[in-house]
């Protein structure tokens, strides 16, 4: 029986492995090419966005939660595919601040192509300095793989 549970185990797709740890700095890419469409679903500790993890105290604090939130609403702050898309109003998921030390900020986008989109560039980079590393779970109609990229570099969809 144990040797069948660890094949069962290992034969587990790289999609529904569980996601990594929560590092600062480090964020999650979940991209799916699906024929023109591509979804993205971005998963990042708060403080990546934020710069903190807990309930805003001062005025610059409440506002920067506002903005972050405002900035993840328009795609093309993080994301710019090289075809025509559109994208439908991203699932934006801003951190409750419960009582515990660390949150999570989540975002779901989906673009619609009208031709195919082989490359995606990153201006999240350059507008959220603290991401340092993403690892992106890539699922294409030519397979799976899982790829880290470090700040400036893009993403390849093939
Ligand atoms: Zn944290």
Redesign the pocket.
Same mark, same amino acid.
């Given at each position: 029986m144990k040797s069948l549970l660890i094949m069962a185990l290992v034969s587990i797709p790289v999609m529904a492995a569980p996601h990594s740890a929560?590092v %600062?700095g480090v964020a999650e890419l979940d991209v799916v090419v699906d024929g023109l469409q591509v979804q993205i679903t971005l998963e990042s500790?708060?403080?990546n966005l934020l710069g903190f993890?807990r309930a805003p105290k001062s005025d610059y604090e409440k506002n920067k939660v506002k903005d972050v939130a405002a900035q993840l609403q328009v795609p093309a702050n993080l994301f710019a595919l090289n075809a025509q898309c559109k994208s439908a109003k991203p699932a934006v998921t801003m951190p409750t601040f419960g009582k515990g030390? %660390?949150?999570d900020i989540s975002v779901e986008y989906v673009f619609e192509c009208s031709n195919q989109a082989t490359q995606v560039k990153l201006p999240l980079w350059q507008l959220f300095p603290g991401f340092k590393s993403l690892t992106v779970n890539l699922a294409t109609p030519q397979g799976q793989k899982q790829l880290k990229l470090k700040p400036g570099q893009v993403l390849d969809l093939k």
């Amino acid at each position: 029986m144990k040797s069948l549970l660890i094949m069962a185990l290992v034969s587990i797709p790289v999609m529904a492995a569980p996601h990594s740890a929560h590092v %600062h700095g480090v964020a999650e890419l979940d991209v799916v090419v699906d024929g023109l469409q591509v979804q993205i679903t971005l998963e990042s500790p708060a403080d990546n966005l934020l710069g903190f993890e807990r309930a805003p105290k001062s005025d610059y604090e409440k506002n920067k939660v506002k903005d972050v939130a405002a900035q993840l609403q328009v795609p093309a702050n993080l994301f710019a595919l090289n075809a025509q898309c559109k994208s439908a109003k991203p699932a934006v998921t801003m951190p409750t601040f419960g009582k515990g030390e %660390h949150s999570d900020i989540s975002v779901e986008y989906v673009f619609e192509c009208s031709n195919q989109a082989t490359q995606v560039k990153l201006p999240l980079w350059q507008l959220f300095p603290g991401f340092k590393s993403l690892t992106v779970n890539l699922a294409t109609p030519q397979g799976q793989k899982q790829l880290k990229l470090k700040p400036g570099q893009v993403l390849d969809l093939k």
